[in-house]
Nanobody
Framework: QVQLVESGGGLVQAGGSLRLSCAAS????????MGWFRQAPGKQRELVAG???????YYADSAKGRFTISRDNAKNTVYLQMNSLKPEDTAVYYC????????????????WGQGTQVTVSS
């Protein structure tokens, strides 16, 4: 069992930055692939960025060049650094963990956090 707790969301002006953190419980964090997803009102949940257990990274086109995902296995934490934020980045951001399957597909994830709201004002 893995419990995930996100933090770092908030209200920021367009062009600003936020860093989201996701703290995981358990001693096997390093063996999990991790993903950051987001869901805006009326839209489907989508992957923003993912990082494998061996630290390969993947990004949605909308995140490339602006967002950076990283992990610190010693702290059982995964981060999402978001720069040059846009109003369309407004959403609830979720952290998720999985062992198997393609990193870009949400149904492959076994554990989810409760989400943290990110609001970008224009």
């Amino acid at each position: 069992q893995v419990q995930l707790v996100e933090s770092g969301g908030g209200l920021v002006q367009a062009g600003g930055s936020l860093r989201l953190s996701c703290a995981a419980s358990g001693r096997t964090f390093s063996s999990y692939d991790m993903g950051w997803f987001r869901q805006a009102p009326g839209k489907q949940r989508e992957l923003v960025a993912g990082i494998t257990s061996d630290s390969r990274t993947y990004y949605a086109d909308s995140a490339k060049g602006r967002f950076t995902i990283s992990r610190d296995n010693a702290k059982n934490t995964v981060y999402l650094q978001m720069n040059s934020l846009k109003p369309e980045d407004t959403a609830v951001y979720y952290c998720a963990a999985k062992r198997m399957g393609i990193i870009m597909i949400s149904r492959n994830y076994d554990y989810w956090g409760q989400g943290t709201q990110v609001t970008v004002s224009s």
